[in-house]
Each structure stands twice: as C-alpha cells, then as structure tokens.
C-alpha cells in the first residue's frame, strides 16, 4: 500500500492541507487558506440557525477570518487555535450543526483548491495510486481510532476516519 501523508509543514503534498496559505473562496467569502475559511465558515453555517443576539455574535466571529478580518493574516495553527479551543465556544446544540456541515464546508474548500490552483491538480495526478492520508500527528494508535478527519497507516490498515484524505481522493479519482 503506497500512501502520501499530507500536512502544512511537509514539502510533499503540503498544498491540500488547510494549513497550506493560498487564497480559498467558501459561498463568496474570501480567506488566506482552507484552515480560515473552515472555522470561518464553522460559525458563519451555526450562525444562521441560531437567534438572537447569538445569530450576531457567530457571525460576527466568523468574519474574522476572512482575509480582511482580524484573524485573516494568521497562519493555520494560529487560526485553529482561534477556530478550536481559545476561540469562541459552541454549545453542545451549535457543534451538531457543525458536524453536520463540517464536511460540505470542507468539500467546497477542496473543489475551491482544485479549481483555481495547478500545484493542487498536479499533487493529485503524481499521488494516482496512493492513498492519501492527512495524518493524525503524535496520536497513538488506540486514539486515531476516534479520529474524524485525520487517520494514520499501521501495519497496512488505515485507521480512523481520514475524511480530508477520502475527500481528495474522491476529488482526484474522479475529475482527473
């Protein structure tokens, strides 16, 4: 099984990490990369079935990714940090929204690479036959298990749930 693991800091294949800085375009709004404008769109798609004031605080939020908003210049781990854990908290309700459209969000920044980037056609056409494989780093094995968007090979099997792996290769088994 020949495999490409693909992520910000390794020079092959760096190009379909979110992590990667090029310019992503999600439903009009316009980020410095996949990372942005995933947690951008995160609370820009939970705003729009919340109320209230809520309604205007995620949405809020959610611009600052953008290229021209607060967080726009940061670089992806920065950028997770403020989508994750020290940024705005979702309630329990908010993150099954989420989880429900993380992975359209997602689809539409990989079609988005695809479309307006060569180097991204051109790591897909040189990983045919590989499996693509967006690793979960310093997770041990019993752990990756539970893992949605990352997975990692072990003797041969693919662990965990290597979403943003899957996506890529259905983008390149099929448009190219």
Excluded: T
């Amino acid at each position: 099984m020949e495999v490409l693991k693909f992520f910000g800091n390794k020079k092959e294949g760096r190009e379909l990490s979110n992590f990667w800085e090029g310019r992503v375009e999600v439903d009009g709004r316009v980020y410095s990369s996949g990372e942005g404008a995933f947690h951008g769109s995160k609370y820009i798609e939970v705003s729009k079935v919340s109320e209230g004031e809520r309604r205007g605080l995620l949405e809020e939020y959610g611009r600052k990714f953008e290229i021209d908003g607060e967080f726009g210049s940061m670089n992806g781990g920065e950028l997770k940090k403020k989508g994750g854990k020290k940024g705005m908290r979702l309630n329990e309700d908010e993150i099954g929204v989420w989880n429900r459209m993380g992975v359209v969000v997602q689809e539409k920044i990989c079609r988005y690479k695809y479309d307006n980037y060569d180097v991204v056609k051109e790591v897909l056409e040189s990983s045919r036959g590989k499996i693509l494989v967006h690793p979960a780093m310093r997770c041990k094995e019993e752990n990756v298990k539970s893992k949605w968007w990352e997975g990692k090979v072990v003797d041969g099997v693919l662990l965990g749930g290597n979403k943003l792996g899957n996506i890529w290769m259905e983008i390149r088994d099929v448009d190219l």
